[in-house]
């Protein structure tokens, strides 16, 4: 069965420089969360979308933004990077809003390491 | 305020015995879904399971089962028979209906199988 994709799989940067991770939810799902886990950490909130809108804001910085296209897929940018921005950062979908009954299915993440 | 404490930081066994992960949860909201899902070493996040505050009935599937008590708040999960495969980090977590696409995991149990 198609998961959640994400890419890249692994990125490197270099401070002050900007990234962009995708991220392809499981065919049909319409809602998209991203999450950051920083090395030992427990995943954390950054934003969710539902049907294109922004739906709910956790810790996510302002050099952070984020979007959800017509096709469904996502897309986190980070500007200005700094070098506690290395994490893994997770996509996850599910279908019909977080309140509906679906449960959501993580990525595989996108590792980021920032020099 | 919602939070999720597994006191188990890191949890070591020989292989075959069983193991229970303990999960407690605080949360205001009497609609709210419990989730556990395992990080292998290669970092993906693997769902195992959600269940809603409405649904008090214990799980079992093969050598997993989930024991949830709404009166003391707990989450536990349990690997019976276990095996060196189940050698992951065990994340529970907690979300809220009224902001349902926030998912507030606990800190993670290391479990270590030994063969």
């Known amino acids: 069965a198609a998961g959640v994709i994400q890419s890249p799989r692994h990125l490197i940067k270099e401070k002050r420089e900007t990234a962009t991770l995708k991220c392809y939810p499981i065919?049909?799902?319409?809602?998209v969360y991203w999450y950051q886990q920083g090395p030992g950490q427990d995943p954390q909130f950054l934003i969710s979308f539902y049907e294109k809108m922004q739906s709910d804001k956790g810790s996510i910085p302002d050099r952070f933004s984020a979007q959800q296209f017509s096709d469904y897929h996502s897309e986190l940018n980070m500007s200005s990077l700094e070098l506690g921005d290395s994490a893994l950062y997770f996509c996850?979908?599910?279908?019909?809003?977080?309140?509906?009954?679906?449960?959501?299915?993580f990525g595989q993440g996108t590792r980021l390491t920032v020099v | 305020a919602q939070k999720v404490t597994q006191a188990q930081t890191e949890i070591s066994v020989v292989e075959k015995e069983d193991v229970t992960l303990d999960c407690v949860y605080e949360?205001?909201?009497?609609?709210?879904?419990l989730f556990w899902y395992k990080q292998p070493p290669s970092g993906e996040l693997v769902f195992l399971i959600r269940?809603?505050?409405?649904?008090?009935q214990n799980e079992i599937s093969g050598r997993y089962s989930w024991n949830f008590q709404k009166s003391t708040s707990s989450f536990n999960f349990t690997i019976t028979a276990s095996q060196v495969v189940d050698s992951a980090v065990y994340f529970c977590?907690?979300?809220?209906?009224?902001?349902?696409?926030?998912?507030?995991f606990g800190s993670g149990t290391r479990l270590s199988i030994r063969p």
């Open positions: 996850a979908s599910s279908l019909g809003g977080a309140r509906a009954s679906s449960e959501a299915f």
């Open positions: 065919p049909r799902h319409d809602t």
């Open positions: 977590a907690l979300s809220e209906y009224s902001s349902a696409s926030k998912i507030i």
């Open positions: 949360t205001r909201d009497t609609t709210y879904y």
């Open positions: 269940r809603n505050s409405f649904d008090e």
